[in-house]
T-cell receptor, first 112, second 113 residues
Framework: DVKVTQSSRYLVKRTGEKVFLECVQD?????MFWYRQDPGLGLRLIYF???????EKGDIPEGYSVSREKKERFSLILESASTNQTSMYLC???????????FGPGTRLTVT | DQQVKQNSPSLSVQEGRISILNCDYT??????FLWYKKYPAEGPTFLIS?????DKNEDGRFTVFLNKSAKHLSLHIVPSQPGDSAVYFC????????????FGTGTRLQVFP
């Protein structure tokens, strides 16, 4: 079974803090994704990576950056957290050319 | 603009009856569609998919129908069970962007006894 793990299930941070969300997958998938889920807005793609050190902006990259130094690990960075970044963050992975993505359990981030 | 739309934010169905969840899309380049199911505090899990070369795909209690001319797909769950209560997302992709999925806004299904 594909396993995608995220470093924290719940996180509370203060406005202006730098926040790191970590994601690890164990199935040697080339693609990794970061989404945020908000009520009424569904899942929106923040960034995705198709290889180590390769990344592409998604639909809502503003205020976020990513890092992929190893194939199995994909990090989402909030450079200076703001209250409008309070959300559920979901990481996913997939093989190249395969539509199905496997998701982690999510990190509920609250920025106060 | 929302390329994949789920116009019903919620649906309530009695146990044993049919649940029908709908999804509309605007991009005619989409040629593969997926449904995901999400329980609270868990990540979405893949449920069923369909390629645009088909108009129906069935897996146990779950059937997805695709109407390309109407740019519409639907997920049928028969019979519905209380454990089906979750948020359902449809997603779409095209052959030129196989790595990315466009998700709808989700429909919350509640199946009551």
């Amino acid at each position: 079974d594909v396993k995608v793990t995220q470093s924290s299930r719940y996180l509370v941070k203060r406005t202006g803090e730098k926040v790191f969300l970590e994601c690890v997958q164990d199935m040697d998938h080339e693609n990794m994704f970061w989404y945020r889920q908000d009520p009424g807005l569904g899942l929106r793609l923040i960034y995705f990576s198709y290889d180590v050190k390769m990344k592409e902006k998604g639909d809502i990259p503003e205020g976020y950056s990513v890092s992929r130094e190893k194939k199995e690990r994909f990090s989402l960075i909030l450079e200076s957290a703001s209250t409008n970044q309070t959300s559920m963050y979901l990481c996913a992975s997939s093989l190249v050319g395969v539509y199905e993505q496997y998701f982690g359990p999510g990190t509920r981030l609250t920025v106060t | 603009d929302q390329q994949v739309k789920q116009n019903s934010p919620s649906l309530s169905v009695q146990e044993g009856r049919i649940s029908i969840l709908n999804c509309d899309y605007t991009n005619s380049m989409f040629d593969y569609f997926l449904w995901y199911k999400k329980y609270p505090a868990e990540g979405p899990t893949f449920l069923i998919s369909i390629s645009s070369i088909k108009d129906k795909n069935e897996d146990g209690r779950f059937t997805v129908f695709l109407n390309k001319s109407a740019k519409h797909l639907s997920l049928h769950i028969v019979p519905s069970q209380p454990g089906d209560s979750a948020v359902y997302f449809c997603a779409a992709s095209d052959s030129y962007n196989t790595d990315k999925l466009i998700f709808g806004t989700g429909t919350r299904l509640q199946v009551f006894p």
